[in-house]
Every structure is written in structure tokens, then in C-alpha cells.
T-cell receptor, first 112, second 107 residues
Framework: DGGITQSPKYLFRKEGQNVTLSCEQN?????MYWYRQDPGQGLRLIYY???????QKGDIAEGYSVSREKKESFPLTVTSAQKNPTAFYLC???????????FGEGSRLTVL | SQQGEEDPQALSIQEGENATMNCSYK?????LQWYRQNSGRGLVHLIL?????REKHSGRLRVTLDTSKKSSSLLITASRAADTASYFC???????FGPGTSLSVIP
């Protein structure tokens, strides 16, 4: 089945540690996005990539980093510089023709 | 890309009733999309309505679009407990999301 997969689903981190969240898609889409969602809130855009080897900062990029070495993969690293990293992280990829966004199931990060 | 503003922020109804939620936006769009998010899950696309359409149906969902008022509405008829979720609208390119409408359907 075509889709978008995020892992891990749950992740615990100690303060000061970097963690990397995985996002893989087999839809052959060019663009991929990372969002952060806090309880009862909307989605805030962290980083987006329109094409391989290129990415742009979203509204809340500080404390995060990404890479886009392959079309199907867009990993997000939450660095120790992110002051409040506990949140639900969502990866998405748009259908170029319709604009419909396909979302992964999310990764919940908790900092202990 | 622009953010839609959903209203109300929260809605609680009895099973079998209809649920209506609204979305307003600021600038002209080619289309508008609605998404659903169950608790702890990713968003799922529900329906897309184009700017030249006034109304669109999909099962128990009915979406309207009024481009002159820059607003859209999502109606869920004969609601079920399984409809309990947050609903988001995404005008235009649809990459920015507001806080959504949290719908609770009480059995």
C-alpha cells in the first residue's frame, strides 16, 4: 500500500539529548513537511522540503534540523537546543495535483 | 498559504444529531479542504471543494463554500460516537492549520 510512515510512535528523551524522528513515504511525492502539535492546538510548520536536497524553515524551526537526501525520506532531529520539545510530531506529503495532504500517524516525544 | 479559522472551537452533541462547523479565511482560494483527526492520530483528508463549487457531498458529509464571504461549512448528518474527533479546514494550498473544531458526540 502507498503511504507515509512515521517511527517511532512513542519516544522518551532525557534533557540534553538529541533524537531523530523518521518519516518515510512511498507515494513518489516531491514535497514533505514536518509539523508540531501541542495539546488542543493546531499544527505548526517546523520544516518543509519541496524537492530532494532542498529544505526550508517553517514557523518554528529553532531547535530542529532536517535532511532530505532521498526523495522518500525526511528525518527530523530534535536537538538539545529545543527548549520545550515535548509534543506530537506529524509528517505529511502533498499530492501535487490535488493539494491533498497525506499524514503519517505521528510520533509522540516526551522529555523526562 | 493561509490559515483557516474554525468555529466553534468545541462542539458537543448527542448521537443522531447533526454537527455543523465553520471555517473562515482571508484571501481568495482555488479550493478548500477539510480534515479529521482522531485523538493521537494523524490527520485524514475528508473532502475537497473547488472555488467553482458551492456544495459537495460525501456520504454523511456536506460541505459548502461561499467565496464571496470567504467561508466554508462542514455538516455531519446523523452523527455517531465514532465521529468524535477534531476537524480542520485548509484553504488554498492547505499547509497551515488552525486549532480546529473539537467535536464530541455523546452516545
Amino acid at each position: 500500500d502507498g503511504g507515509i510512515t512515521q517511527s517511532p510512535k512513542y519516544l522518551f528523551r532525557k534533557e540534553g539529548q538529541n533524537v531523530t524522528l523518521s518519516c518515510e513515504q512511498n507515494l513518489n511525492h516531491d514535497a514533505m513537511y514536518w509539523y508540531r502539535q501541542d495539546p488542543g492546538q493546531g499544527l505548526r510548520l517546523i520544516y518543509y522540503s519541496q524537492i530532494v536536497n532542498d529544505f526550508q524553515k517553517g514557523d518554528i524551526a529553532e531547535g530542529y534540523s532536517v535532511s532530505r537526501e532521498k526523495k522518500e525520506s525526511f528525518p527530523l532531529t530534535v536537538t538539545s537546543a529545543q527548549k520545550n520539545p515535548t509534543a506530537f510530531y506529524l509528517c505529511a506529503t502533498p499530492d501535487w495535483y490535488t493539494g491533498e495532504l497525506f499524514f503519517g500517524e505521528g510520533s509522540r516525544l516526551t522529555v523526562l | 498559504s493561509q490559515q483557516g479559522e474554525e468555529d466553534p472551537q468545541a462542539l458537543s452533541i448527542q448521537e443522531g444529531e447533526n454537527a455543523t462547523m465553520n471555517c473562515s479565511y482571508k484571501t481568495s482560494i482555488n479550493n478548500l479542504q477539510w480534515y479529521r483527526q482522531n485523538s493521537g492520530r494523524g490527520l485524514v483528508h475528508l473532502i475537497l471543494i473547488r472555488s467553482n463549487e458551492r456544495e459537495k457531498h460525501s456520504g454523511r458529509l456536506r460541505v459548502t463554500l461561499d467565496t464571496s464571504k470567504k467561508s466554508s461549512s462542514l455538516l455531519i448528518t446523523a452523527s455517531r460516537a465514532a465521529d468524535t474527533a477534531s476537524y480542520f479546514c485548509a484553504p488554498g494550498c492547505g499547509v497551515i492549520f488552525g486549532p480546529g473544531t473539537s467535536l464530541s458526540v455523546i452516545p
